[in-house]
T-cell receptor
Framework: DSGVTQTPKHLITATGQRVTLRCSPR?????VYWYQQSLDQGLQFLIQ???????AKGNILERFSAQQFPDLHSELNLSSLELGDSALYFC????????????FGPGTRLLVL | AQTVTQSQPEMSVQEAETVTLSCTYD???????LFWYKQPPSRQMILVIR??????QNATENRFSVNFQKAAKSFSLKISDSQLGDAAMYFC???????????????FGKGTLLTVNP
């Protein structure tokens, strides 16, 4: 158990819908990273937050957005969902933005029908 | 941009034997971190081992060790005394050491699926 929690574990929804994925980092960690794992794209970095502020963006679609709240939990919002958004979404956390190791949560498996 | 290549999509090993998974990377940076993560069927991403590029000594964690060749940009993982629980997808990952833009993302390879035969 990494100490990073993600909810829900599974999510099934329809095209065009909007969903919210939630992540709670390890106790004391200030930095949160979101990654997407899909069969065709592999593991890709989406976005990073540090202590409530966005620090870096990767291959994140405009239909996707995220935020980190004062209690340090983070949410990833996916809207206007398409079949191709079906993937495993991971949250990872680290103490500082440059801390060596990122610890991953169990992931949220999203299936868009 | 950095890239990570794992040229072995699948590998197999007999229980109690040793197996080596390959990883090469491309970067213009001199300081960085390299990682091996394990993803078992549960899909959880588990850190196996970490190597700092500025350290010459190869990292070791129990049965897991790396062969880090900085000049060749090679970072292989050796698993000794393989166990059934080692069966998983293994990902090699790269992370910059210093980022002026504060982007400390992990860049992953495509993964190697390791099967352990009893």
């Amino acid at each position: 158990d990494s100490g990073v929690t993600q909810t829900p574990k599974h999510l099934i929804t329809a095209t065009g819908q909007r969903v919210t994925l939630r992540c709670s980092p390890r106790s004391g960690d200030l930095s949160v990273y979101w990654y997407q794992q899909s069969l065709d794209q592999g593991l890709q970095f989406l976005i990073q937050y540090y202590n409530g502020e966005e620090r870096a963006k990767g291959n994140i679609l405009e239909r996707f957005s995220a935020q980190q709240f004062p209690d340090l939990h983070s949410e990833l919002n996916l809207s206007s969902l398409e079949l191709g958004d079906s993937a495993l979404y991971f949250c990872a956390s680290s103490y500082r933005t440059g801390a060596e190791t990122q610890y991953f949560g169990p992931g949220t498996r999203l299936l868009v029908l | 941009a950095q890239t990570v290549t794992q040229s072995q999509p699948e590998m197999s090993v007999q229980e109690a034997e040793t197996v080596t998974l390959s990883c090469t990377y491309d970067t213009s940076e001199s300081d960085y971190y390299l990682f091996w993560y394990k993803q078992p069927p549960s899909r959880q991403m588990i850190l196996v081992i970490r190597q700092e590029a500025y350290k010459q000594q190869n990292a070791t964690e129990n049965r897991f060790s790396v062969n880090f060749q900085k000049a060749a940009k090679s970072f292989s993982l050796k698993i000794s005394d393989s166990q059934l629980g080692d069966a998983a997808m293994y990902f090699c990952a790269y992370r910059t050491l210093y980022s002026g833009g504060s982007n400390y993302k992990l860049t992953f390879g495509k993964g190697t699926l390791l099967t352990v035969n009893p």
